[in-house]
């Protein structure tokens, strides 16, 4: 292994984490098709999901799903990803499943076509990625593909464990690796704000760039 080499490609993937947390995951996954806070262009509706499946956030229709039932009945028996309840490994990991998902919290995401290709699709979409990318070189599998796997199963067990370690918290010292969602007690209380606060450098983004202009 070039040492050099391996050096930079987690310092550009790092980067490129940066890139799919803010843009894919923090605006995209959660804020636009989550909670619907703002429009966009369908330049940016596809380019959402290209990020969110390289996230590997298995089908994005049963994430929204899934976070909209943690909403509705954050830390009860509906939260699918309560630690108090299912363990702090299975949610550190991001490794918990789901049973049973009532047609109510997801009705409206079928009717996105897209989404509903990245839903039936999205490991297949995962695997010729993966594969493309270790074709190119296995410092660009690790940047490209790899660290953005992993940043996402981090940065989802952190936010899901230390944003309700006692009720909703804010933890603004998690922006960096959650796209500003960091602010969580901010948006359980205010869920449909675009920008929760100072550092939230994702809602700035939308804001400022990607959502569009009525």
């Not at 804020?31 to 330049?43: C, G, I, P």
């Not at 190119?136 to 599998?141: A, D, E, N, V």
């Amino acid at each position: 292994m070039d040492l050099e080499l391996f050096l930079w490609a987690t310092f550009l993937g790092f980067l490129w984490c940066q890139v799919v947390t803010h843009y894919a995951v923090s605006v995209g996954l959660h804020r636009y098709f989550a909670h619907n806070q703002f429009k966009t262009s369908l330049f940016h509706e596809v380019g959402f999901i290209i990020g969110i499946m390289i996230a590997c956030v298995r089908t994005p229709i049963g994430w929204v799903a899934s976070h909209r039932m943690h909403h509705a009945d954050t830390e009860g028996p509906l939260d699918p990803h309560d630690a108090k309840q299912i363990g702090y490994w299975k949610v550190a990991t991001t490794t918990w499943d789901l049973k049973h998902v009532p047609i109510k919290f997801a009705k409206d995401l079928y009717d996105n076509p897209r989404l509903v290709w990245a839903h039936e699709n999205w490991d297949t979409f995962l695997w010729y990625y993966w594969a493309a990318c270790m074709l190119i070189s296995p410092y660009f599998w690790w940047a490209a593909a790899f660290m953005p796997y992993v940043f996402a199963k981090v940065g989802f067990g952190m936010l899901n464990i230390f944003g309700h370690w006692n009720g909703p918290t804010d933890g603004v010292w998690m922006n960096w690796i959650l796209g500003g969602d960091g602010y969580h007690k901010v948006h359980h209380e205010h869920p449909y704000r675009l920008k929760l606060g100072k550092y939230d450098l994702g809602g700035y983004l939308a804001e400022r760039f990607w959502k569009k202009k009525l």
